[in-house]
Structures are given as C-alpha cells and as structure tokens.
C-alpha cells in the first residue's frame, strides 16, 4: 500500500463527488476516499432450486411479470424490482471428495503412528507409481521415500469420475431432465414470489390464481420444448454404485485438496506423508501440546465463550479447529491452514469482529486528528491509519502521477505478530487499539459501552450506548475492559486438533515482501473508474 506522505507525493482530490446512480466517493473518518454504494431499499430473495438443465428453460422473472401485466395491469411493472430471484444448487464435487477432517482430525493419532511404517506405504502401488513424487523426498528427507502427490486426475480409473475431477472441485453433478422435479420446484419459487410484500398485499387470491395458472402454463410448455431439444443431456453417475466406490477408495488413500493458484483444480496426496508432514509442523516450537481430550478442552473453551459472547453457534458446539492444506504446485509446498468454520470459537470470532470493524471508525478519527495536529505544529501530515478495506479504496486514493509501488504479502503478515503477552505481542496491540478508540469517545460523549443486538438471521448490530443505563436482556454490552478480554479469550485459545491430540499455537512465523514496478497509464486508468479495480 502506498503512504503518499513518505513518497513525497501530496494527493489532491475534488471535495465535490458528483453522485451517481449506483453510488458516491465519501471522504472517510481516516481523510482517505471511498466507494459507497446507494442504499437500498430492502429486498426480498428468493432462491430457485437448480435441479436440472431444465430450469433454464424457465425465466420465471419476465412470466411472472407478463402474467401480473395480464391480471393487474401496467401498474404492476414494478411489483419486482426489490425481489431478487437467484438459484440455489445442489452439493459440489469439492464436498464429496475433499475430506480435510477425516485425514487430520477423526482418527487415532498413536494407533496410525503404531501402524505406519515409511518403508512400507501401498500410495504409489501398481499404476500408481506414475504419481510418485520427489518434492516429498525433499519435505520429509529423513524418510528417504518418494510418495504420491499430484494434481493429474488419471489417479483414478473410473472414467465417469475423471471427466466429472477435470471439470473442477466447484463441479455441480448434473442431474437428469426429469419434468416433473423442475415444475414442482417452479412451482414452489412462484409462490414464494407472489407473497413477497407488494404483491401480498395488491392481488386477492383470485387475482393470485389467475397469474399462477398463466406462469405454469407458460413455464410446462418451456420445460417440454427445452426437454425435447435437450434429450442427449444425460444425467452425471456421481451416485451410482462404481463411482461411489471409487471415491471412497480414493478419499481412503489420498487427501484430495485444492491448489494454489487453482483452487477448483484438485490435487492428491498420499495420507501417510500429509499427516507426517503435519505432524512435523505441529512438533515445531511453535505449538505446545495439551494434556486433556480434544472432548474435555472443546467443552471447557465452549463454556468460557458462551459466557463471553452467547450469541449461538451451529453445528458441534465443542469441535475444535482442524488443520488443512492447499498444494503450492509451482513450489512443491504445501500452505497450511487452520479451519475454524462452525467451531468452537466461532461466536466469539464474529463477536470480536463486530467490536474491532466498530472501534475503527473512532480510532480513524483520532488518527485524522493527530494528523492535522502535527501538521499545525510542523508543517508534517503522517499518515497514522494505514489500513486498507479493499483494491478499490486503495485505487481511488492514489496520487495523479505514481511510478513504483512498494507492497507487502500480507497472506502471512499478521502470523509475524507473537500471540503472547508480551510488549509486541497481538493482545497488547488490540488493548491499545481499543484505548484510542474510548479516548476519542470519553473527550466527545458519556456513551462508552458497545451494545450489540443480534438478529434473528444470526447477524450482529453494534451501536454506543451509556454505561449507567439499564441494560436490555435481548442485547450484549461490552465495556472497554470486556472488549479486551473478549479478544483475549480468542486469542489465548488458538488450539488446533490432530486426531485425538490438542495443541496451542504459541509463535508467529516469517512474512515476505515484494516490490512492484507500476505502468502509471494504467493506474491513470483505474483512477479514472475505481469499480474496474474491484
């Protein structure tokens, strides 16, 4: 990111956006600009099942309007303009083959360690030798042992299964055309469509049947024209007996996970050598094991969060966060990842997220306000927030005449940050956060106390209230020292589950930095139209 100040470069900017019809620039607490997007009215959604081809047969959107034309006249043009109609599919490929948890997480961790010998994997048996790799000699060297990692999809020889793996891990199974399916289901989004809010209320029930038999009787001939045209479209085997079978011996010898670069392009590796060579991560300085069962820590750490953030959570209350890996095929490595989806420590992630995005906005005007202080007194403008939300806010403010861009990877950035309590550690850097924040706040007003309602869709809304008044039981209040501890809690259980051991993540690792030479023309460009950077 750039700090025009250090670079010598003063940004001029026009204080006078011209409103446009899908949005504005608005000059941010921090003095930066940024895209905001014209407030909505609020919309309704309705999500259409993709069962099949046959579905595109059907623009349920312009029936619907032609059949209320029919019914109600010219005045219902606009009965839909807030109701958004967008599908929902069926379970990717990626979801039945890429089984993280089962290679790092369900198993018995001393019985696959009794088992194993190095000498003795069956991963490159028989055809499989071809998929032998030596980037494993050279991350595990101790073994002396090549094993399988790939990305070639001929590892399987079930041929209907390699065609669906070529088409990537976002690969939807296509189902056969089956007419009734598709009607039933356009049926269903039709109902759910005319009793969205406006025309609830403007048709009768009369009226309403009226439309309904026009769109259906529109929507059947569609479906049988299209079916007609379309009977070569035959139906994806992915639950048939063989294909089922082979994707149950492949996930029992390989773990199939994305690659970088290509997230949808899958890659195989031999279990035996991804769970050594997670085992060599974990046994590193950086993680401590513990003592207790996963089930006892998942409990215990469920307990402290539910006191701290109770706002619910789906799924296994006690799972703990596993590991996962994405291939780095142009390096032969591997790039480690902790899942924390639906964890244990999930609420409290969402919770610390709210109050941290929320405290921003303070601490941006706090750090303008230094800013414009030291230029008064010295003629200077630091830059004190340096923050970025997005490649769009980082375009829209950079200088007129920029020639060379220094950035920093910030994939593995913030891992450089230690995570104990140190003077430089991650929990000390949030409690000064937080301080800038309820200083600017205590100078301007009483209201130092974070409320947060949570919605009935699960989503958090915080807003300053006073901390003498009454608290509401339907809300959750934090004050400056339970936003720290809050934060301190997640921090201090970062936990990571192999098989039936826990350890703590304990050290940060190394970061990298890269030097970019920009055209100034294209950025001229990007300046010109923030949108086309997003």
């Known amino acids: 990111m750039i700090d025009a100040s250090n670079a010598g470069v003063v940004i001029s900017q026009d204080e006078c956006f011209e409103q446009e019809e899908d949005g504005c ?7 930066r600009l940024a895209w905001k997007r ?8 309705v999500r259409v099942r993709y069962t099949s081809r046959l579905m595109e047969a059907v623009s349920l959107r312009h029936l619907v309007l032609e059949g209320l034309k029919q019914v109600a006249g010219a005045r219902s043009e606009c009965w839909l303009d807030d109701v958004v109609i967008g599908w929902r599919y069926d379970e990717p490929l990626g979801a039945r083959i890429c089984k993280p948890g089962k290679v790092f997480r369900k198993f018995k961790l001393e019985e696959w360690e009794m088992g194993f010998d ?4 069956r991963c490159g048996a028989g055809r499989h030798v071809d998929f032998l790799s030596p980037a494993a000699l050279r991350l595990i060297p101790a073994e002396g042992k090549m094993h399988v990692i790939t990305t070639d999809t001929g590892i399987t020889n079930n041929g209907q299964l390699q065609l669906m793996m070529n088409s990537g891990l976002n690969h939807i199974p296509m189902r056969a055309l089956d007419e009734d399916v598709a009607v039933t289901e356009v049926e269903e989004a039709l109902g759910c469509i005319l009793t969205t809010k406006i025309c609830d209320e403007e048709l009768s029930m009369e009226q309403e049947k009226l439309v309904k038999d026009f769109v259906m009787t529109r929507a059947k001939a569609s479906i049988r024209e299209y079916h007609a045209q379309h009977r070569h479209i035959k139906e994806e085997p992915i639950n048939n007996v063989p294909v089922r079978s082979e994707i149950e011996w492949l996930t029992q010898r390989y773990l199939v996970c994305p690659t970088d670069k290509a997230p949808h392009t899958p890659t195989f590796v031999c279990i035996n050598f991804i769970r050594r060579l997670a ?9 401590i094991p513990l003592q207790p069962s996963p089930a006892a820590i998942g409990s215990k750490i469920a307990e402290e969060a539910n006191a701290l953030a109770p706002v619910g959570c789906s799924g296994d209350k006690a799972l703990l966060p596993h590991l996962m890996v994405v291939y780095k095929a142009h390096k032969d490595t591997f790039r ?12 409290v992630a969402e919770v610390c997220t709210c109050l941290l995005k929320f405290l921003a906005i303070d601490v941006q005007m706090l750090c303008a306000g230094k800013s414009e202080a030291s230029f008064e007194k010295r003629g200077v403008r630091p830059n004190y927030w340096w923050p970025i939300a997005s490649i769009g806010e980082f375009v829209a403010n950079l200088p007129r005449h920029v020639y060379s861009v220094f950035t920093a990877d910030i994939i593995r950035c913030f891992e450089k940050i230690p995570i104990d309590n140190s003077d430089d550690g991650l929990i000390t850097a949030i409690r000064f956060f937080v301080v800038c924040a309820m200083e600017w706040r205590r100078v301007r007003t009483a209201r130092d106390v974070v409320a947060i309602r949570v919605a009935a869709n699960g989503t958090l809304h915080p807003s300053w209230v006073d901390g003498q008044q009454e608290r509401q039981l339907d809300m959750l209040y934090f004050s400056e020292a339970e936003i720290i501890s809050t934060c301190d809690c997640l921090i201090s259980n970062v936990v990571v589950q192999m098989g039936d051991r826990e350890l703590r993540h304990s050290g940060p690792e190394e970061t990298t930095t890269m030097d970019y030479e920009v055209d100034p023309t294209m950025v001229d ?5 923030p949108e086309d950077a997003v």
Do not use: A, M
Request: glycine content about 6%; some cysteine; aromatic content about 12%.
């Open 25 to 31: 620039f608005v000059k941010l607490p921090s003095g």
């Open 38 to 45: 014209r407030k909505q009215n609020k919309r309704e959604f």
């Open 118 to 121: 190095p000498q003795y994997c």
């Open 279 to 287: 085992l060599e991560r974990l046994s590193g300085p950086d993680f």
């Open 336 to 347: 480690w990842i902790t899942n924390t989806s639906r964890s244990v420590l999930s609420p």
């Open 525 to 529: 460009q990007l300046i010109g139209n």
